[in-house]
């Protein structure tokens, strides 16, 4: 099945909501990829990355940066948001896999001290789904689909990587982890395309959703600063 319509027309995701936090500003959270340019949260400063919202529209096009791994990627090499006071939130996808070539990897990252992510990588004609945790291989395996939700769920500072195939069961791929939950702890999150190629395929993405937790004092918090860009 592919997951993404029947999460579009479920009542739980609605993608151009604005998220109002306790100062009362109303910010953007989530991006359908229907509108002629990307939404204003996104990180701003540009590197080595080439996305397109006209190649296939309703979609992001991402098409991969030369690397071998997101460890060596600098953040302004994907596209990013920073979030800060990180103890409760989710972030999820919907990802197209038809247009990723051999040794392409994408998926969801977080960066917190390092960086932890979920996504699939094209590995001998295969597609593997993969979760990496502190550098290391947390758990992977081989995928039969060509599309999936991934998602990075905080639950009282507790993080999990998880991913779905009919877009309505998830299941966490490799194990959760802690993050730091002091209240101006600098972290990103964001959708990340790369290969060891200069040539290297791409990847198609529906949507991409921001869900605070209802009942939380504190969540996921948007900022456009992005001066000071790490290394992941």
């Known amino acids: ?31 359908d990829f229907n509108l002629p340019k990307l939404r204003s949260f996104w990180g701003e400063e540009k590197g080595n990355i080439t996305c397109s919202l006209t190649d296939r529209p309703g979609f992001l096009r991402l098409k991969s940066t030369k690397g071998n791994s997101i460890r060596t990627l600098k953040i302004n090499n994907t596209l990013n948001k920073k979030i800060t006071r990180n103890t409760e939130g989710e972030v999820v996808g919907y990802f197209d896999l038809v247009k990723m070539e051999e040794g392409t990897m994408t998926g ?8 932890n992510f979920i996504g699939v990588e094209v590995n001998n004609g295969k597609k593997i789904l993969k979760a990496e945790i502190n550098g290391e291989l947390s758990d992977s395996r081989e995928l039969t689909t060509e599309g999936l939700m991934l998602r990075v769920r905080l639950e009282k ?20 982890f802690c993050i730091e939950t ?6 990103y999150v964001g959708l990340f395309c790369l290969n060891e190629s200069e040539e290297g395929g791409s990847v198609d993405v529906d949507w991409f959703y921001f869900k605070p937790m209802e009942n939380s004092t504190v969540q996921f918090a948007e900022t456009r600063d992005n001066k000071n860009i790490p290394i992941l």
């Not at 319509?5 to 910010?27: A, T």
């Not at 002091?182 to 972290?187: H, L, M, R, V």
Request: glycine share 6%; proline share 2%; net charge negative.
């Open 108 to 115: 969801i990252y977080l960066f917190e001290r390092g960086v």
């Open 157 to 176: 500072s507790k993080c999990h990587l998880e991913y779905s195939i009919d877009g309505l069961n998830f299941t966490q791929l490799g194990s959760d």
């Open 182 to 187: 002091i209240e101006d702890t600098a972290n």
């Open 1 to 31: 099945k592919n997951a993404s319509p029947s999460v579009r027309n479920s009542i739980k995701f609605s993608y151009d909501q604005l998220f109002v936090n306790e100062n009362g500003n109303s910010i953007e959270f989530s991006d």
